[in-house]
């Protein structure tokens, strides 16, 4: 069976002005457009492929602004719930954020789906790749966690899949949740910036079909978790 993969960034529920959410937003989709053209345009999503076709946007902060206005975007006072597609039929990728909640049981995040199979995947789904989306999540969004992984693997490492809790092939931690311990090759440690820290499990596609790799990121939660580095996001009432 095919796994699918995703990416996101997940950060307790914080109040932000909506010309806020646009910069954030233009931020994450100039960073990610050099990385390959399947995510270098984008569409409102419609009802229809040929609809959707015909609502390409420049995802830069004032057109974001001016879709992040309209009522269907909003879900209360200051609540954006957005999402847009990459018009690739063979390499589907959606982009979605959530940001404002009121809800003190509900995380902000920004999250991007990515194709499972086809020539779009293999240049995606790549841990070089891979670790640049978590970056430009990181460096747009501002984080707490962070992950890049298969679908099946998130579904198999956490009940409820909690975000903070587990790690995944591309794994983003804040710097304020503290210091790592010491980790086992061939994990990679990537910075950035002064935000926080990224880590790579390993350098060819990470599979939770593989037991190896499945117990590589189950040795590594538990360094991580005795470190006292993932713990569920706590959201703002």
């Not at 095919?2 to 909506?18: F, L």
């Not at 009802?47 to 390409?56: C, D, G």
């Not at 602004?65 to 209360?76: P, V």
């Not at 018009?87 to 920004?110: F, K």
């Amino acid at each position: 069976m095919t796994e699918k993969y995703y990416a996101g960034a997940y950060w307790p529920g914080r109040r932000e002005p909506v010309e806020e959410y646009a910069r954030r937003a233009g931020t994450f989709f100039r960073r990610l457009a050099p990385l390959d053209g399947a995510v270098s345009q984008w569409f409102e999503q419609a009802s229809s492929l040929e609809e959707a076709r015909n609502r390409r946007f420049e995802p830069d902060e004032k057109t974001l602004l001016g879709l992040f206005d309209k009522e269907k975007y909003q879900q209360g006072a200051g609540d954006v719930s957005f999402a847009a597609w990459n018009g690739v039929v063979e390499g589907n990728s959606v982009a979605s954020l959530s940001c404002g909640s009121r809800s003190c049981h509900v995380v902000d995040r920004c999250t991007l789906t990515l194709p499972p199979n086809g020539p779009v995947a293999e240049r995606l789904l790549s841990s070089r790749i891979l670790s640049q989306v978590v970056s430009a999540l990181a460096l747009a969004w501002d984080p707490e966690w962070g992950i890049a992984t298969s679908v099946t693997h998130r579904d198999s490492s956490s009940e409820f899949a909690d975000p903070g809790t587990f790690v995944g092939w591309v794994t983003y931690l804040a710097r304020h949740r503290g210091p790592l311990p010491p980790l086992p090759p061939p994990v990679r440690i990537e910075p950035v910036g002064d935000k926080g820290t990224i880590l790579v499990l390993t350098p060819e596609r990470f599979m939770a079909s593989n037991p190896e790799h499945v117990a590589l990121a189950e040795r590594v939660r538990a360094l991580l978790d005795r470190a006292g580095l993932l713990k569920p996001l706590q959201a703002q009432p």
